[in-house]
């Protein structure tokens, strides 16, 4: 038997159920709260902070932090919308993201994410740091150029493909992906269908020869914003 | 322990023996911890020291003896500064570069060095023997310049001193045998032998009064019940001593109360914030307060295990620290029945390995556990689920100290020492421009002005209070008292005069900061480097006015929106003295051009480069 709580989010009381996260209860309750490390079939992480949330005033992830009963989460609010826009523009300036040459355009989250806040141009200078591309395996290659250090690909591999075949190597603005082999993605036991191939939010950990196969015009976010399907219970119904 | 490494091979014959002798060193290492992946941080360390790194070859063996995956043994030998994958020398320099040490002079040093080995920081003498680097706070700063030489501390480094330590280890002198008169106190120790001195300037009644018996403040424990204990922490109102301030008997009730039959105890003696020392001091003079406390804290809630985190740059008291446990266990106040109470509780400890966030105390367990120094997320907090997933109390190394003390003369001779809020004393490191650099014990309430009389400090321009994560302020604040819900400090103070560039010093402070962040989250893995971009164009002379605000905002969105204490205090040094120093920035700013505008964008200092290149100057701009 599960216990139910009662929270607010943005002045709007909810009903979740004890032990689940801010998120897991917004988007049981159709509540779009931004997010990008978080994906629903992988363990909380925290590391975007893009879900940052105000809860009973102090900020939080609502993707690690645990609803209680009487919770006030402020969510869609100015102050906490553009201190979210802020760290979008963060991750464009940090990497090197060229959504106009980039497969992934239009099913990019943090592409999505930057339109939705409507970021035109990023407020910081570009980093333009040189990060290394791995197209070493026959079916998927990595470009950390557009890697956003969200861990999906590492959890995934690690709990549910059950191969561990990514990490983090490095500290601080020198943190990136490491695969778990001297010489390159194909000495790991990586497969096409991994979970960690599917879950990557932008054009980072893809598959070959299959960029092109849903034409610019048709992606997932070329017409309604990120988050719409959850707004408007789309997300469900699938 | 030593972080240095021995000669690089070079034949065909020596790396092939080398590989054997590693594959057998390794398996060696492994089997001594058991075979357990949590224990990764001594095997990587051990690796460090005895082949110069940890290669490419190396993690693939460990991996192989512990059976975990390559990539997790990489994932923590590239987090920590001491650690690398590629060789480094027989030894390793690793001149400290914080704003203090650079106050002194360790730029004359670093010349000497350079000029001596021939060779630049971050790189190898072309022989394999020497390695030159820099290193963040080594916790020295009241004898600043200071180095590393493997493990051993150099102290008072001047550009004669650096030369002639390179001098003689280009001719194959050990380490060990530069250091030249020993320091005063346990420094000179047959199992420390250090040239370091503890500068203890104010002895005051809780840490550093005399006459303190061994044991006193335990057996008085052991003769009451756990729950006992735990309300005389909490009457006497001690509250954490490493800087977050949290009360002590509440962390230790939350920590008894939790669900689990295992708990530990952890000692942070990971003081890395620059311009702190107080704990190096401890470490040396009152190791065995230190040692009480925990066992104190141990008992009271429920734990038969304590770990001391030291950090690495202070392996030159690890065999000191291991012979006052071993000493404790003889006189049957560590081990099995305590005092004959029917207590068990040991200590034991592990070695950072040079990453600032280990501080940090999830991120501490983190590498406990033989991880990344990556925090964790909160909750569930350290009571609830720290180390190995057990309830776990993390305390600072003073808290400790004050512990026993408190335990051993009662709650309310505590808490009458100190100011209402803030009870006790407080250890504080002082360092930069005064006449007597190093520790001082003094109750809390004691006003700014007081301390700066007491170090011997004039003609003030700020102080930075707490490090780099605490407050830069200027004269407006002497009044203020050091406490809590004033002037809030771990310990350290660094004392500026009207001679310092203070934008300097923010710059450094960033510089810190972005080589010390985790990386895990966006705000301060990004967020820092941009601060310190910004503040490096202002010191060149490139500012705006528009700046001043793009700090403001930028840096009050990495405190609100990171993940831990690192982040959520690294943009103080520039958030505080735009407070207390604004017109230092103002003053520094670009002047507006003739007709009042600012133009962002130099398109002189842009075309420069491309100027060199042609060997002239772009003929649109031509006189």
Redesign the interface.
Known sequence: MSENVTLTIDGKDITGEKGQTIMDAALANDIYIPHLCHHPDLAPYGSCRVCTCLVNGRPQTACTFPISDGMEVENDTDTVNEMRKQIVEMLFVEGNHYCMFCEKSGNCELQALAYRFGVTTPRYPYQFPKREVDASHPNVWIDRDRCVLCARCIRASKDVDGKHAFDFAGRGPNRHISVDAADGIEHTPVDADDKAVQVCPVGSLMLKRQGYKIPIGQRKYDHEPIGTDIETGASKKQ | MSFGGPEVCHTKQERLTMSESLQSAIKEICEVVGNDRTQMMEIVEQVQDRFGCVS?EA??LIAQQMNC????V??VV??YSFLSEKPKGTVVIRLCNDVIDLMKGANHAADAFRDELGIEFGETTPDGKITLEWTPCIGMSDQAPAALINDEVVTYLGSDGARNIARQLKEGTAPSKLVGRLGDGNNANDLVKSMVHNNIRNAGPVVFAEGIVKGDGLKKALAMSPREVINDVKNSRLRGRGGAGFPTGMKWDFTRQADGDKKYIFCNADEGEPGTFKDRVILTEKPDLMFEGMTIGGYAIGADEGILYLRGEYAYLRAFLDDVLANRRDAGLLGKNICGKGFDFDIRIVMGAG?Y?CGEETALLSSAEGM???PK?R?PFPAQKGYRDCPTAVNNVETFCKVTRILEKGPGWFSEIGSEGSAGTKLLSISGDCHKPGVYEVPFGIKLREVMDLCGAEDVQAVQIGGPSGRLVGKDSMDDQICYDHLATGGSLMVFSRKRNLLKKVLNFMEFF??????????C???N??LR?KIEAIVNGEGEPADLE?LQ??GE?VK????CGLGQTSPNPVLTSLESFRDVYEAALKPALKDGSQPEFDIRAALRPAEAIAGRASSHFAE
Do not use: W
């Open positions: 490419s993690m693939d995956h390559r990539v997790e990489m994932s590239s987090f990453a966030i990344r120094g990556d997320n909750p972005e080589e010390e962040s985790c990386g895990y989250c966006t705000p893995r990004v967020g480097v941009l971009k793009y905002t930028l969105t609100t929106c990171s993940r």
